[in-house]
């Protein structure tokens, strides 16, 4: 199960990348040069050119800093410890002291700047993925878990954090010595240098080669990390289910396979760094090795200074150090590219759902008409299976409609496509005669107000959950909406009242009163489009007849499209749309529907016998409602 599941995972982000404008050319991009991912935070960087040029400036004068000890040891060994040079000592160790204050000043600074830098940027990086994010149709995320998602914004984020900030710093310090370490040396001793310079390209193609292996193994570690804090996710936020069901021993294993799939992976990459580095340390200081035994024979034969030796060796001994810790570097930078590269997938994703280049506006005021035409739906991850096949209707501004029909028969999907959470493959849907399409996404759904099913209420406050619906409401107006949706009352009881907080995801509140602060949201926002997905299912009795009453009172004047089962509000439609297989296959009132003995016919006779027997009598306050199937 776990295979299938990491199977399916890896399917997955399959088609995220088909999908990400340009990612086929980034991931050959990537292939060719492993550090090419990180192209994705270029831009972030640059906006700080200031803090840029100050880490340069810091970086040049830590670097001259550094390189001109030797000099000064070279001075000290040749002519302070002969008896003319005895009175130079002091100056020379004197000028030193200067050289480090300046190395210890300008260091601090590179570190600070730099990191900061890096802190700022991913900072801003992050905030810049997750506003992609609220971008992309529910499309994306119906083949995306959201434990994946939260691992990109998390674990692969402080991934590019640790070493953009400190890595970088320390990729630009050596980067700087070495290049300076060089050209000292060759100016020291140009014979020398040509023997230190002929070994760099057998130390830094192995080290080339070998990092696009550590990037690929970092990639995959970073996979098998995101499909562990997946199902953790899942896990977690099921926990009532899991434990009722005795599963918590079973999912206890299943997520320690997967955390060993990460493990496995992630001990792939760190072997392959282990050596990355060993390699290059072993390469580096033999060359030097070698380089000081050659020096000490030109000493020995008098073609050399003890001096001259000595600060040679110290500046071969800078430029294979800043080149060894680049190495290493170099891996974790080939690390941090396999995470930077997951977070450029998201940004690179352009969302299906998006405004037009010159959206076309919507009449005012309102008017609340719906139309659907010969409109044709399947979903992505349903292909070949028509949700909606040719439907056809029209609702007038002030009416209402009820939905109904079996389990799967396209009722929510109708919503969804008004809501324009996806768009048709054929046909149009308007709304105020213009098709959605054409028109802003925002400016359409701000006409529409929702009640699903199951609603979702934040972690936070009740009043700020209320307030989702409009957040400049005033405290007047929550107070207002909450007793026409009949949950002013439980609110007042509640320790804080409505100033509660509620637990993620209303976790301390029941289904019903969940419901009813999702209808006050509703009532607040105040849209002239109302669209009521079972809206009083999780009712009890006496609650549903109070927001009955509410929602009656709010539907006044409003265009509403009700999913319902519920006979009272199926009663209280001005006309039935029953659908079956995407299809409208009956339309009507409620007694029209019921003569003609067909399918509502049918659905009702089997779900609501008791209350259709009774319909005809005065109204038992304690009668019991029985209910068509919810899809």
């Known amino acids: 199960m776990m295979a299938a599941a990491r199977d399916t995972a890896r399917g997955a982000r399959g088609k995220r990348r088909g999908r990400a404008g340009g990612a086929d050319a980034a991931e050959d991009a990537a292939k060719r040069a492993p550090l090419g991912a990180l192209k994705p935070l270029i831009p972030f960087a640059a906006v700080y050119r200031g803090r840029i040029f100050a880490?340069?400036?810091?970086l040049l004068l830590a670097s001259g800093a550094t390189l001109v000890v030797p000099v000064a040891i070279r001075r000290v060994i040749d002519h302070g410890f002969s008896p003319e040079g005895h009175s130079f000592i002091d100056s020379y160790f004197l000028a030193l002291l200067g050289v480090v204050a300046v190395l210890a000043l300008s260091s601090a600074g590179r570190y600070y700047t730099v990191v900061s830098l890096g802190e700022r940027v991913v900072a801003d990086l992050r905030s810049a993925v997750f506003a992609r994010l609220t971008t992309l149709d529910p499309a994306f995320f119906d083949r995306t878990q959201s434990g994946e998602i939260v691992s990109r914004l998390t674990a692969d984020a402080t991934q590019v954090k640790a070493v953009f900030g400190v890595s970088i710093s320390i990729l630009l310090r050596n980067a700087f010595l070495f290049v300076g370490a060089v050209a000292m040396m060759v100016w020291t001793s140009p014979k020398l240098s040509i023997l230190v310079l002929g070994a760099i390209p057998l130390i830094v193609f192995p080290l080339i080669l070998s990092g696009r292996g550590v990037r690929r193994r970092s990639r995959a570690a970073q996979d098998r990390l995101a499909d562990a804090s997946a199902y953790a996710s899942e896990a977690i936020g099921a926990v009532r289910t899991m434990q009722a069901f005795g599963m918590g021993p079973v999912t206890t294993t299943r997520f320690r396979g997967a955390a060993e799939n990460a493990y496995s992976a992630a001990l792939a990459s760190i072997t392959a760094r282990a050596i990355l580095t060993g390699v290059a340390i072993f390469l580096i200081s033999g060359s030097v090795v070698g380089v000081m035994w050659y020096g000490a024979q030109s000493v020995l034969s008098n073609t050399m200074?003890?001096?001259?030796?000595?600060?040679?060796?110290?500046?071969?001994?800078?430029?294979?150090?800043?080149?060894?810790?680049?190495?290493?570097?170099?891996?974790?930078?080939a690390q941090a590219a396999g995470a930077a590269e997951r977070l450029g997938e998201i940004l690179a994703t352009e969302p299906t759902i998006r405004t037009p280049a010159s959206p076309v506006a919507f009449p005012q005021p309102p008017r609340g008409e719906v139309a659907f035409e010969d409109v044709r739906f399947v979903y992505p991850t349903r292909p070949g299976h028509n949700a909606l096949d040719g439907i056809s209707f029209s609702v007038a501004s002030g009416e209402r409609v009820a939905l109904v029909g079996p389990s799967g028969a396209g009722k929510t999907t109708v919503l969804?496509?008004?809501?324009?959470?996806?768009?048709?493959?054929?046909?149009?849907?308007?709304?105020?005669?213009v098709d959605i399409t054409a028109a802003d996404p925002d400016a359409l759904r701000a006409r529409l107000s929702l009640v699903p099913q199951?609603?979702?209420?934040?972690?936070?406050?009740?009043?700020?959950?209320?307030?989702?619906?409009?957040?400049a409401a005033s405290?007047?107006?929550?107070?207002?909406?909450?007793?026409?949706?009949?949950?002013?009352?439980?609110?007042?009881?509640?320790?804080?009242?409505?100033?509660?907080?509620?637990?993620?995801?209303?976790?301390?509140?029941?289904g019903g009163q969940r419901q009813r602060v999702a209808i006050a949201r509703a009532i607040l926002k105040d849209a002239p489009i109302l669209l009521l997905d079972e809206a009083t299912s999780a009712l009890d009795a006496e609650s549903e007849r109070a927001v009955q009453n509410a929602l009656d009172h709010l539907m006044e004047g409003r265009t509403t499209l009700v999913i319902a089962h519920r006979l009272a509000t199926i009663r209280a439609a001005d006309r039935i749309l029953v659908l079956d297989g995407g299809r409208i296959v009956e339309e009507g009132t409620h007694e029209s529907l019921l003569a003609r003995g067909k399918l509502y016919a049918q659905l009702a006779s089997l779900q609501f016998t008791d209350a259709?027997?009774?319909?005809?009598?005065?109204r038992d306050p304690h009668l019991r409602r029985e209910a068509l199937p919810a899809e």
């Open 55 to 58: 880490a340069f400036l810091s």
């Open 454 to 471: 199951d609603p979702t209420v934040f972690s936070g406050s009740i009043v700020d959950n209320i307030r989702y619906g409009r957040p």
């Open 612 to 618: 259709l027997e009774d319909s005809a009598r005065p």
């Open 305 to 333: 200074t003890a001096g001259v030796l000595s600060q040679f060796v110290l500046y071969a001994v800078f430029g294979a150090s800043a080149l060894g810790q680049l190495s290493e570097v170099y891996g974790e930078l």
């Open 475 to 510: 405290e007047a107006d929550v107070v207002r909406a909450a007793q026409l949706a009949n949950a002013d009352g439980f609110i007042r009881a509640l320790p804080q009242g409505y100033d509660t907080l509620v637990g993620e995801r209303g976790m301390t509140l029941s």
């Open 416 to 433: 969804q496509l008004l809501l324009r959470f996806y768009d048709p493959q054929e046909g149009r849907v308007r709304v105020d005669g």
